[in-house]
């Protein structure tokens, strides 16, 4: 490290900040190195290496005897050592294709949503509203329209199994909730306990009501 510092010193003028950008590499973590005795990775000490001219067995044991100044000018560093995380090359998509298998999917007895269609197609899904509009928001529609027969259905599956099992709870002189409902419930049943809570309330409301009457 004190190497390091010498080499700071020599090329820079002290300056870290300067010094960073000579060898292509964060002024925070030349300040790591400096002042918080952090130690410089080998990919590090490579780049050091390559713009010093100190031979990097030299710059491993801090040894500037016999070091040849290098000039003080920056170098562009990215031929030498180019960045590990690239982006990647934009994948081409064939979109008459994927508007296509869109539509079908649209007409499908069971509606993917978009977030599955999308990974389906392995793209992400604003791309797909950007590029497939029109299939993309048929398969919306369509998707909405099942949910709410689906929920419709359930509806009317746990009304069925309110209306079965509440006189049964009752002749056992049991008190009718959700517990006792659940117990009596098919093993295969979807109903949602929301929609039972519910029409088990407006049930007993009117049943509160006919009481009263």
Known sequence: MEGIRALVQHLDDGNSAMFARRIGLGKATVHHWLKEDGIPTLPALLRIASQTGLRLSDLVIGNLTD??????????????????????????????????????????????????????????ER???????????????????????????????????????????????????????????????SIKVRNLFELLRDIKKCNSGEDAA
């Open 67 to 124: 070091w040849p100044p290098a000039p003080p000018e920056i170098y562009e560093l990215n031929a030498l050592f180019p960045e590990t995380k690239q982006r990647a090359q934009g994948r081409r998509h064939d979109w008459r294709q994927i508007r296509a298998t869109l539509a079908a999917s649209a007409e499908s007895p069971v509606v993917a949503s978009i977030k599955d269609a999308a990974r389906s197609l392995n793209i992400h």
């Open 127 to 189: 791309e797909l509203y950007r590029h497939a509009k029109k299939e993309t928001d048929a398969i919306t529609e369509r998707r909405k329209q099942q949910v709410q027969r689906r929920n419709e259905q359930n509806l009317i599956e746990t009304r069925e199994l309110i209306d079965s099992v509440y006189p049964k709870i009752v002749a056992e002189g049991k008190a009718v909730n959700l517990r006792e409902i659940l117990a009596r419930a098919p093993e295969d049943s």
